[in-house]
Every structure is written in C-alpha cells, then in structure tokens.
C-alpha cells in the first residue's frame, strides 16, 4: 500500500505538520504543541503512531514532538547531533527507520536552516522494491524557496546560506522527480527566504524547474537569499532553548474569568489586555488601553513579537471559543500563562466610556490630504516600504513601534500596512497612549489608483 499523508495546517504560523500512514501505523513529522489535532488525526484514520520525527530544533514555535511520543509511546527522532535535555531516538544521516513492511523512513542530512537539519525521505516497499513517495523538507527544501539561513545568528549566517544551497542540491540529486516535497514551514511564516508564492503543493520535477536553489549557480542564488532577509519576530530567540529542553504538553483549561475591576487594575499596572474581536468591531468601541490582535490574522506571530516576554497577558473576546483558539495559538510560541479572560462586549468589561477610532480607506486620505494636514505612518517592514511608499509617509516597522513611541508626531495620524490587519494594531497602540489616530483598512495596491503619491527608495 502507497502510504497516506494527511496534512495538518497551522496557518496562523505558517506552518505544516504531517501524518503518513499505511492503514495500520503511522508517522508524524514536526508536530505543533497543541497535539490533540494530531491525536484526533490519527484516530479518524484508524492508526497507531509509532514514530515522531523532528526535521530540526524549531526557531518559530514550540514543538509537540516529545509530549506527543511520550503519550503514545512512540519512537522520538532527534538529530543525534542535537543537544538536547530529554530522550530521544538518536537519528543520523543514511539512517532508516523501519516503520512497517511497506513503509520505512530515510533521514538524509541537510543543513542551512540549522546545522543539524535533516530531511526525512519517505519509502513505500513492495516487491518491487523501494520507492521515495514523499519528502519532509522541514526548513530544507521549500516551494520556490528554501527556509532562511540567518536564525542562529550572524556569525553563522555566511556558512548556512552556502549548506541550504548544497542541501537543496542534494535532495534534487537523491529523489526521483516524482516525489512529492512536503516542507514545514513557507505557508507564511517568516522561517522562509525569498517568497513560495502561494503553492500548497510540489514535487522535487517541479522544484528543479522553478526553485531558484536548484535553477541558479550557488553565488548568484546565495547573494539573492543574503539580500532578500528581513527581520523575523522576536519571540524565536526563546523557542529552540524551549525545544531543546523537552516541552510538555500544553494546559488549555479555561483561564479565571476577569471582571471589569479587575481589568481596569491590570490596564493601570501596564499589563496587557488584548481584545481578540476583528479590527472592525474594535474600531467601533473598545475598553481604553486594550491592544487589539484580532483572531482574523496572525496574532500568534504579531502578539509574540510586539510583547515584552513574560509580560502578564488577559484576553478579550466575543465568546469562551474565541479565547480558547487564541489559547492555542499561543501556547503553540510557549505563552502558556494567561492571567485571566473575559467574555462578552465591551461593556460587559468596563463602565468608563469606550475608546473608538476611525476607519477609512486610502481613497479617504488622498481626498483629506486635500483639505488638511495629516501624518501617514507605514507601519509595514522596512524592506516593504522601501519598495514602494506614499510620499512623506513616517515608516516605523509595527514591530519597533513600542520601542520608537517617542518618534511618533502629535497630530492626527492616519496608519496603514499592507492590508489593514497590522494597522489596527498599531492604531490600537497607539490610541492606548493617547494619539489620535485613522485605521487605513484597506490594501496598499489601491494607494496609487486612489491618487496618493507612490515612491520608492
């Protein structure tokens, strides 16, 4: 039998983990924290997970990999190369796990994303013999891309980028063309170098004719992959200590429910109070000084980035399942602790009157540039900035925003991104300090039809 891959999304991190099966007995790769998904995964296909495998020591969330095989008694592979604080499977480059009579498991070694990084080819056996049906690339070999090499830091960066070219080459040399490549990350998350351009699917045939690492010479693509990083959330510097010590399982019981004293106390001590509701809502009537990371975008990354780590954490939302996935999604980058949550409206958390905020589009702001004078703060990364920009914008990166608050000018201030959903973040920021600000809810592509200005560097 072909074995079965079931994947299973985590979009809000941009990543994938992966169950492949042969009707009996299973295998997962890079398991997220929350392992309930995988455990549900597992019992609807009817099968026993006798082996976890991790392609690396992962820098963007905390693994579920050892919680996961201690749980269901599971071999746990972790390079062997790995300092790691826990037992594991020792596993090596060449090694073979033999999983099942038709289905075995090749680690083959390929660094550039981390020193130790290995990539698992997964082989069906029949009387044929063996054939490679797939591949976990982990943060190897992505769709159009490769994972970025610069993580461990920039001392490092130099020789990673010319092991992710080798390691890419490797795996196009080794695999038949008709393997299918099955990465962990690229899906949106800022482990990736240079863009995947929204493919959900690929083969290593397909890779060779579109991946730069495998169409281009190794300078050229090693300066196009050094030119093109950008900055990656904060919160990673604590996820590979995590991963390298041995993470439990999450506690996704239900928070202390928090009332409006209670919020209104920790809004005073500086705590963090983030409302979970859409841009849209929030705009329209808040508790003043709540942040607002809204469940429709990537909170994970852009709350684990902005928050001081360790800072005390409530949350806000329209329903007890509104804080629950947020809860998962936080527990997947290792904020575990919450001090509480509420649930409701606005007015269910406060009696002081509600903090509100405009919302307009960038029709809206050429049409006011007109009449009056307003400051457009960009709140994209630097590098989207750079590539095009409304002239005279104030570009301060949304993740620097708390940092540079002082930078910010008096006046009324209109704060837009790509797409709306950073905006409100920042809009929220800084209405909890007093500016008076305007949401741009809108995409950046119609900032130059709408008759603004638009320069690049």
């Not at 007995?25 to 392992?35: F, N, T």
Request: charged share 20%; net charge negative.
């Amino acid at each position: 039998m072909t074995p079965q891959i079931v994947t299973i999304e985590t979009p809000s991190l941009g990543d994938r983990s992966y169950l492949a099966h042969d009707g009996q007995v299973a295998v997962v790769v890079d398991p997220q924290r929350d392992i309930d998904r995988v455990l549900r995964t597992a019992e609807e296909a009817g099968v026993r997970i006798t082996d976890v495998f991790e392609t690396h020591i992962h820098n963007d969330y905390v693994t579920g990999g050892l919680a996961l095989a201690e749980q269901v008694g599971a071999r746990y592979h972790v390079n062997a190369q790995d300092e790691v604080a826990f037992e594991r499977e020792p596993i090596r480059d060449g090694d073979v796990v033999e999983v099942s009579p038709s289905m075995r498991v090749r680690a083959i070694s390929t660094p550039g994303h981390t020193y130790t990084h290995l990539s698992y080819a997964l082989e069906s056996v029949d009387e044929t013999g063996e054939v490679a049906t797939a591949v976990f690339t982990g943060g190897s070999l992505l769709f159009g891309a490769t994972g970025r090499p610069d993580l461990l830091g920039a001392d490092h960066t130099h020789d990673l980028v010319h092991h992710q070219y080798a390691s890419a080459q490797r795996l196009a040399q080794a695999l038949p063309d008709q393997t299918e490549v099955l990465p962990t990350h690229g899906f949106g998350s800022f482990c990736s170098a240079g863009s995947t351009g929204g493919s959900t699917e690929s083969t290593i045939g397909v890779e060779k004719r579109q991946n730069p690492a495998l169409t281009r010479d190794e300078e050229a693509r090693v300066a196009s992959t050094l030119a093109g990083l950008d900055a990656y959330p904060t919160y990673y510097a604590h996820m590979a200590p995590s991963n390298s010590a041995g993470p439990d399982a999450p506690d996704l019981s239900a928070p202390e429910t928090a009332d409006k004293e209670t919020l209104a106390s920790r809004i005073a001590a500086g705590e963090w109070v983030v409302d979970l509701r859409t841009r849209t809502a929030f705009a329209a009537g808040h508790v003043g000084g709540t942040l607002n990371f809204g469940l429709d975008g990537q909170l994970a990354t852009y709350l684990g980035w902005l928050i001081p780590w360790g800072t005390p954490l409530t949350l806000l939302g329209e329903s007890p399942e509104q804080v629950e996935q947020a809860q998962r999604e936080l527990v997947r980058i290792g904020i575990d602790q919450l001090e509480g949550a509420a649930t409701g409206t606005p007015s269910d958390w406060t009696d002081e009157p509600l903090g509100s905020f405009e919302r307009a589009v960038f029709a809206d702001l050429a049409r006011v540039r007109h009449h009056r004078p307003v400051q457009v703060l960009d709140v994209r990364r630097a590098s989207e900035h750079a590539d095009g920009h409304v002239d005279g914008a104030l570009n301060i990166p949304l993740h620097e925003l708390l940092d540079r608050l002082d930078e910010v000018p008096a006046g009324e201030l209109w704060v837009h991104c790509a797409g709306g959903y950073r905006a409100s973040i920042a809009a929220s920021v800084l209405a909890a300090h007093g500016s008076t600000v305007v949401a741009v809810d809108d995409s950046f592509d119609e900032a130059g039809p709408a008759g603004l200005p638009v320069v690049s560097n």
